[in-house]
């Protein structure tokens, strides 16, 4: 039976090398006193170590991109020592490694304590600098840890170094009240008869025929996965930094594309939406396929400049989530771009600004602001004059423009609208020389006004 688990487990861990220029699986091997009990007739370490060196062979024949490496715990001090800090590093990873496995083993005794968490702590040392590499653990034990170490500290460790997947745990009998003690650790699989090994081989062989592969579904405010041609960002969960970059695409069917990531560690997701989403904590199942479901429901907003000539430069719009101050993005006028449903407050960048409030945008909907073309007026002034440009507004005054100290003439694009300019002469420097003239403004039409 040990056999059988151990090919298969082997065979996924394998199935990825394509993802990878290497594959390589560390072998942690408990050495402890217990192991020294017999079990199905056969000594556990012995029946262990002869099955390992077995399998190592075989792979390594079929795949030549395999290595393997061994790390031994609790072998090399006496039980009575309680030496926790008892785990080595016995056959560093190498291809064609099985007959140096071979013999390593052949010069071990178990005999001490199970320091488990710290040998695995150790192991991400074992593994080559190598980003590409598609890493492993397997630990074969018989019991659990007996030096307090904690192993869902470890497995977080694990996450955020992204070196390798959490262990795969082949449990020698172990008892149902010890279990408990792998669930955070990483993936446990248990041997204790028939029945429960079929069960597992039928989930290791699952895993071993398929890639780690995620889809992307992207929903709309009904629920419907209809969202797409949005930029995505795979980023580490612990450190931020991105690792994939994506455009969501959908098929001629209208499923999501397939897509194949490197399962270790953990994942948030980014959706570059207006504003983005993002999903954070993700964690994949190796040798699976991964659904991935996020909300980004979505509407259009398109701004139209009504009238405009080939030799005018649109202006720009401001978009803010109604309530944030926050600029969410700068749109071109002429132009449309999609936002996540709900509202928005608009400033547009003409002269006079305008704005606008509590924009309403809905799924699959298309609000359309309209503006109208501005007209052009010059300011001619026949001295140096402090000028000021207002526009009525509900029988009232809004400043739109500041001219300052004026000499020259200046001109201006202005929004159709009934204006006053309020000037007077800096020389003498007396307010009852304050004079005002009115005009009006329309679209693509020009004006001179002399001062």
């Keep these: 039976m040990l056999k059988k688990i151990l090919l298969l487990v082997f065979l996924f861990l394998i199935a990825e090398k394509n993802f990878a220029q290497v594959s390589r699986v560390l072998i942690v091997l408990d050495g402890s006193g217990s192991m020294k009990e017999k079990w199905n007739n056969e000594v556990k370490f012995?029946?262990?170590?002869?099955?390992?060196?077995s399998f190592i062979d075989s792979v390594e024949k079929t795949n030549p991109k395999v290595e393997f490496a061994l790390r031994v715990l609790g072998h090399q001090f006496p039980k009575a020592e309680h030496n926790c800090k008892d785990t080595k590093l016995e056959v560093p990873f190498a291809k064609k490694n099985s007959l140096n496995i071979k013999n390593a083993l052949a010069h071990i005794?178990?005999?001490?304590?199970?320091p488990i968490t710290y040998a695995l702590e150790q192991?991400?040392?074992?593994f080559p600098k190598d980003s590409t590499a598609f890493n492993s653990i397997i630990l074969i034990s018989d019991g659990i840890e007996t030096c307090g170490g904690n192993p869902c500290d470890l497995a977080k460790s694990f996450d955020e170094k992204r070196i390798v997947l959490k262990p795969y745990i082949v449990g020698l009998g172990i008892s149902d009240s010890l279990k408990n003690f792998f669930t955070c650790l990483g993936n446990f699989y248990d041997v204790n008869d028939e029945t429960e090994f079929g069960g597992v081989l039928s989930a290791v062989i699952k895993q071993a025929l398929n890639k780690t592969t995620v889809q992307v579904n992207l929903?709309?405010?009904?629920?419907?996965?209809t969202e797409t041609n949005v930029e995505m960002s795979f980023l580490d969960h612990y450190s931020h930094k991105t690792l994939f970059n994506f455009v969501h695409t959908l098929d001629a069917n209208g499923n999501a594309d397939t897509l194949r990531l490197d399962p270790k560690g953990k994942y948030d997701l980014v959706i570059h939406t207006f504003p983005p989403v993002q999903k954070n904590n993700i964690e994949l199942l190796p040798g699976k396929h991964n659904n991935i479901a996020v909300d980004v429901p979505q509407g259009t907003l398109e701004l139209t400049l009504d009238g405009q000539t080939s030799n005018y430069f649109p202006p720009q719009c401001i978009v803010r989530k109604t309530?944030?101050?926050?600029?969410?993005y700068v749109q071109d006028f002429n132009s449309s771009r999609k936002y996540l449903t709900g509202e928005y407050d608009l400033e547009i960048l003409t002269l006079p600004r305008i704005e606008k409030y509590g924009v309403k945008l809905?799924?699959?909907?298309t609000q359309s602001i309209h503006v109208p073309m501005p007209g052009t007026v010059t300011v001619a002034p026949s001295q140096l004059m402090v000028?000021?440009?207002?526009?009525?507004?509900?029988?009232?005054l809004k400043k739109v423009y500041d001219f300052y100290g004026m000499k020259n003439p200046q001109t201006l694009k202005l929004q159709p609208g009934e204006y006053i300019l309020i000037y007077r002469p800096d020389k003498g420097k007396r307010s009852n020389l304050t004079q005002q003239k009115n005009f009006s403004i329309q679209s693509n039409k020009v004006l001179?006004?002399?001062l």
Excluded: C, H, R, W
């Design 123 to 126: 192991s991400l040392n074992d």
């Design 219 to 225: 929903l709309d405010a009904y629920g419907l996965p």
């Design 109 to 114: 005794s178990p005999k001490g304590q199970t």
């Design 46 to 53: 012995e029946l262990a170590g002869k099955l390992l060196v």
């Design 448 to 450: 001179t006004v002399k």
């Design 362 to 365: 809905q799924q699959s909907q």
């Design 323 to 328: 309530g944030s101050d926050e600029i969410l």
């Design 387 to 396: 000028v000021q440009l207002f526009i009525k507004e509900n029988n009232s």
